[in-house]
């Protein structure tokens, strides 16, 4: 089945700087990347997602970037706010149904 | 918009009991999914319903049993419940294949 990894697990940022994350998955077929994001306690919310068919896709202060041929997304964060703290989760599925999420990468904003 | 919506919040439950975890979504939508949350192992899925009438097991349906009750619900029962089963668990649903999954509030169940 498809296999889903994160790094890095943990990100500190500065206030006001850019966070990337990575993902990789490993079933070429997969055609929808979404991620989420889950604060303390709280149900994971999905933040932005994109298909096979677009290698870029941006909403206000985040985008996700997809290279197929290297089998890997990424989530891009800018101006980063406290706010922004949380875990945040990628995953990856093809039409089967079913997603595969990564571990998730522990995020942390320093004012 | 209630969205998807899980009971209980909060259980505790003694080894060898057994109880039912209730999910509803009030979207429409065809697909649904129960998934665990334990530190550092991300969200694994347990049983998923790609329509109303099918169930499938997921990665970890072991000591779980599921029911799709009709279009809007989507039941996980533990039979005899052990404390490697302490997690929270996530029901979520979506629209179809590949599509954006929605999930509800999370049951945190504790087995001591």
């Known amino acids: 089945g498809e296999n889903v990894e994160q790094h890095p697990s943990t990100l500190s940022v500065q206030e006001g700087d850019s966070a990337v994350i990575k993902c990789t998955y490993s079933d070429s077929a997969s055609n929808y990347f979404p991620w989420y994001k889950q604060e303390l306690g709280k149900r994971p919310q999905l933040i932005i997602d994109?298909?096979?068919?677009?290698g870029e896709k941006k909403d206000q202060r985040i985008a996700v970037t997809l290279n197929k041929t290297a089998k890997h997304f990424s989530l891009h964060i800018t101006e980063t706010q406290p706010e922004d703290s949380a875990v945040y989760f990628c995953a990856a599925s093809k039409g089967n149904n079913r997603l595969a999420f990564g571990k998730g990468n522990q995020v942390v904003v320093i004012p | 918009n209630a969205g998807v919506t899980q009971t209980p919040k909060f259980q505790v439950l003694k080894t060898g009991q057994s109880m039912t975890l209730q999910c509803a979504q009030d979207?429409?939508?065809?697909?649904m999914y129960w998934y665990r949350q334990d530190p550092g192992m991300g969200l694994r899925l347990i049983y998923y319903s790609a329509s109303e009438g099918t169930t499938d097991k997921g990665e970890v349906p072991n000591g779980y049993n599921v029911s799709r009750l009709n279009k809007r619900e989507f039941s996980l029962r533990l039979e005899s419940a052990a404390p490697s089963q302490t997690s929270v668990y996530f029901c979520a649903s979506s629209e179809g294949t590949a599509t954006r999954a929605f999930f509800g509030q999370g049951t945190r169940l504790t087995v001591v």
């Open positions: 994109i298909r096979s068919n677009v």
């Open positions: 979207m429409n939508h065809n697909s």
